[in-house]
């Protein structure tokens, strides 16, 4: 997670949560005015594995076949969506701003994928 990805993010769920698109939570997320200083304290509050730990940790049982960042943010958005055709659209369209924001590397890739095989 960088600063401006995590910008993104907040603005994002701002705007979802103003245009009335997004399910109201019971979460208590972090006030704090910097954005990566919120992301940090509303997601990680407990230690988090990195992805070359989560890689090595997969490298080491498997043989890895890919390995390669990927959009993930949209997600959290995706389960406070209405279950209907405009919740789907609107999940569409944040995958396509993620990945837009990363092919142009405006936003940081928050998710990994990784493809492995038996030995």
């Known amino acids: 997670m960088d600063r401006e990805t995590a910008r993104w993010f907040y603005e994002t769920d701002a705007r979802l949560e103003a245009a009335g698109l997004l399910a109201p939570t019971d979460e208590l997320p972090s006030r704090l005015p910097d954005p990566l200083e919120r992301w940090r304290d509303d997601h990680m509050r407990e230690p988090l594995n990195t992805g070359e730990e989560m890689r090595r940790g997969v490298a080491g049982q498997f043989d890895l076949i890919r390995n390669e960042r990927a959009p993930y943010l949209?997600?959290?958005?995706?389960?406070?969506?209405?279950?209907?055709?405009?919740?789907?659209?609107?999940?569409?369209?944040?995958?396509?701003?993620?990945?837009?924001?990363?092919?142009?590397?405006?936003?940081?890739?928050?998710?990994?994928?990784?493809?492995?095989?038996?030995r």
């Open 74 to 118: 949209y997600r959290h958005f995706c389960g406070r969506l209405e279950e209907s055709e405009a919740g789907f659209r609107e999940a569409r369209r944040l995958l396509r701003e993620e990945s837009r924001g990363m092919e142009r590397g405006s936003l940081t890739a928050a998710g990994l994928r990784l493809v492995a095989a038996r």
